[in-house]
C-alpha cells in the first residue's frame, strides 16, 4: 500500500490541531478536530510502550479507528504495509467532544541490532451515518503519526548529497540518508562558490529513512557548470548541516 501522506516532526509538547473542510458544488459534512500529543513515538527495547493522547476539540463526539503499517521508501515515496509487529489499544473508541483518550502502543518485536525501524499508526476518524435526505459527501479525518524503534547501537542519520545538471536548466538535486537512523528534511538552500546567496533553495516536509534516497528537479537560469563546486545548507531535526558537491554529467 503506498501513501503520499507524511507524518510530523516531534517537538517537546507539540500540539497538533488538524482540521480538513472540504467545499464543493454540494454541501459536506465537516471533518472533526483533534489534537494529539506526543506527534511522534520512539520505542526502544528498554522502553517498549509509549503513550499517545488523542483529544477531541471538535463540537460532537466521534469514532477512531487505529492501524498500524510498517513504513518503508521506495524511489522516493512512501510504502505502508499492515503489520502486527506493534500493537496499539483500544484499537478503536469513541471520543466525546472535549474528552480525551489514551492510546497505548507496546513493541511485539526484538529491535533490530543494527538499524532503526519505522512504522506508522494512522488514526481514521469513522464517518457516522448519513441522516436520511442528506445530500453530499462526508470527509472523514485520517492522521498519521510516526513511530520509530531505536537499534541496539546509537542511531544517527548521515546525510549525503548529489547535484546532476539533467538539461540546460534543470538540476537534479539529491540526498542519500547512510545511516542508521531517520532524518527530516525541512528546507535546503544551495550557494555557489564564493557566493553568500542562494541561487537554489526549496522548502520541504520529507523523512529521510535510513538507506533511502529522494530526488527533486529543480529549474534555474542560473545553472552551474558540470564539474563546478556548490555548497549546500540544510535544515534538519538533527540540525543545521552543510555540505560541499560538485556537479555530475547526466
Same mark, same amino acid.
Given at each position: 500500500?503506498?501513501?503520499?501522506?507524511? +507524518?510530523?516532526?516531534?517537538?517537546? /509538547?507539540? %500540539?497538533?490541531?488538524?482540521?480538513?473542510?472540504? !467545499?464543493?458544488? /454540494?454541501?459536506?459534512?465537516?471533518?472533526?478536530? &483533534?489534537?494529539?500529543?506526543?506527534?511522534?513515538?520512539?520505542?526502544?527495547?528498554?522502553?517498549? @510502550?509509549? =503513550?499517545? @493522547? =488523542?483529544?477531541?476539540?471538535?463540537?460532537?463526539?466521534?469514532?477512531?479507528?487505529?492501524?498500524?503499517?510498517?513504513?518503508?521508501?521506495?524511489? +522516493?515515496?512512501? #510504502?505502508?504495509?499492515?503489520?502486527?509487529?506493534?500493537?496499539?489499544?483500544?484499537? #478503536?473508541?469513541?471520543?466525546?467532544? +472535549? $474528552?480525551?483518550?489514551?492510546?497505548?502502543?507496546?513493541?511485539?518485536?526484538?529491535?533490530?541490532?543494527?538499524?532503526?525501524?519505522?512504522?506508522?499508526?494512522?488514526?481514521?476518524?469513522?464517518?457516522?451515518?448519513?441522516?436520511?435526505?442528506?445530500?453530499?459527501?462526508?470527509? $472523514?479525518?485520517?492522521? !498519521?503519526?510516526? *513511530?520509530?524503534?531505536?537499534?541496539? %547501537?546509537?542511531?544517527?542519520?548521515?546525510?549525503?548529497?548529489?547535484?546532476?545538471?539533467? $538539461?540546460?536548466? @534543470?538540476?537534479? *538535486?539529491?540526498?542519500?540518508?547512510? +545511516?542508521?537512523?531517520?532524518?527530516?528534511?525541512?528546507?535546503?538552500? *544551495?550557494?555557489?562558490?564564493?557566493?553568500?546567496?542562494?541561487?537554489? !533553495?526549496?522548502?520541504?516536509?520529507? &523523512?529521510?529513512?535510513?538507506?533511502?534516497?529522494? &530526488?527533486?528537479?529543480?529549474? @534555474?537560469?542560473?545553472?552551474?557548470?558540470?564539474?563546478?563546486?556548490? %555548497?549546500? !545548507?540544510?535544515?534538519?531535526?538533527?540540525?543545521?548541516?552543510? $555540505?560541499?558537491?560538485?556537479?555530475?554529467?547526466?
Amino acid at each position: 500500500m503506498r501513501s503520499m501522506e507524511a +507524518g510530523l516532526p516531534a517537538k517537546a /509538547c507539540a %500540539r497538533l490541531i488538524l482540521a480538513v473542510l472540504c !467545499s464543493l458544488v /454540494c454541501s459536506m459534512a465537516q471533518a472533526g478536530s &483533534y489534537g494529539i500529543n506526543p506527534v511522534k513515538l520512539t520505542l526502544s527495547a528498554q522502553n517498549s @510502550t509509549q =503513550v499517545m @493522547t =488523542v483529544r477531541n476539540d471538535g463540537g460532537q463526539a466521534a469514532v477512531l479507528q487505529v492501524e498500524l503499517a510498517a513504513w518503508s521508501q521506495a524511489d +522516493g515515496q512512501d #510504502v505502508y504495509t499492515p503489520t502486527r509487529e506493534l500493537l496499539a489499544t483500544p484499537p #478503536v473508541f469513541t471520543l466525546p467532544a +472535549g $474528552a480525551s483518550q489514551i492510546i497505548r502502543v507496546g513493541l511485539r518485536r526484538a529491535p533490530d541490532e543494527e538499524r532503526e525501524l519505522a512504522y506508522r499508526m494512522f488514526l481514521q476518524e469513522v464517518p457516522p451515518p448519513a441522516k436520511p435526505g442528506s445530500i453530499g459527501l462526508q470527509v $472523514a479525518l485520517r492522521i !498519521s503519526v510516526p *513511530i520509530f524503534v531505536a537499534p541496539a %547501537r546509537p542511531a544517527k542519520p548521515i546525510l549525503r548529497w548529489q547535484a546532476v545538471r539533467t $538539461a540546460e536548466h @534543470t538540476l537534479k *538535486i539529491g540526498v542519500t540518508n547512510t +545511516g542508521n537512523g531517520h532524518d527530516h528534511l525541512s528546507a535546503y538552500k *544551495i550557494y555557489r562558490a564564493g557566493s553568500d546567496e542562494p541561487f537554489l !533553495s526549496q522548502q520541504l516536509f520529507a &523523512y529521510l529513512l535510513p538507506g533511502e534516497t529522494r &530526488y527533486w528537479l529543480l529549474t @534555474t537560469d542560473v545553472m552551474p557548470n558540470p564539474g563546478e563546486s556548490l %555548497r549546500v !545548507s540544510a535544515d534538519t531535526d538533527s540540525g543545521a548541516v552543510q $555540505a560541499d558537491i560538485v556537479v555530475d554529467k547526466p
